[in-house]
């Protein structure tokens, strides 16, 4: 299984979720890749946000050699499920996809509910680790077809 997780930066919400799907999935010996990116371009070739890098460690998982990369059309070829964070991210996404197979394997990672952006507030990182992992523990549940 290959899963991409996307956000608007590449640098706070989506490595958080690549971060933790990775680990959950070889915790569980899924054999699962993980990757991620943003819709936007600004931050291509950086590292995480300092304080995704910060929130992820407190809760024993590194993302710190994450680099940000920009989503691309190629990325619907690569990847079986994409994630996205809120409503722009999947409009975004879903505006490049180039047919119905494509548009099927993107969905808010949290079902019907956003992760919203936390680049302005450093009191959001951490309830968003929490939704992230909430809803990772979700997916993986549904693709498996068993809670973890
Ligand atoms: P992210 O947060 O989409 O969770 O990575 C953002 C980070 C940077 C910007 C926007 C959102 N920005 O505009 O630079």
Redesign the pocket.
Same mark, same amino acid.
């Given at each position: 299984m290959k899963i991409l997780m996307v956000?608007?930066? !590449?640098?706070?919400?989506?490595?958080l979720a690549e971060g933790v799907m990775q680990h959950l999935a070889d915790e569980h010996n899924l054999g699962w890749t993980v990757d991620s990116a943003?819709?936007?371009s600004?931050?291509v070739g950086e590292a995480?946000?300092r304080r995704?890098v910060l929130v992820a460690r407190n809760h024993g998982i590194d993302i710190s050699k994450q680099v940000c990369r920009q989503f691309r059309r190629t990325d619907f070829d690569q990847f079986d499920h994409i994630f996205v964070?809120d409503r722009n !991210?999947l409009s975004d996404v879903l505006n490049m996809a180039r047919n119905e197979q494509e548009a099927a394997k993107v969905k808010l990672l949290l079902g019907d509910k956003v992760?919203p952006?936390?680049?302005y507030d450093d009191s959001r990182f951490e309830p968003?680790f929490e939704l992230i992992e909430g809803g990772c523990k979700d997916i993986i549940a549904e693709l498996r077809g068993a809670r973890v």
């Open positions: 956000c608007l930066g !590449n640098i706070c919400r989506s490595p943003g819709t936007g600004w931050h995480p946000d995704s964070m !991210n992760v952006d936390p680049y968003v």
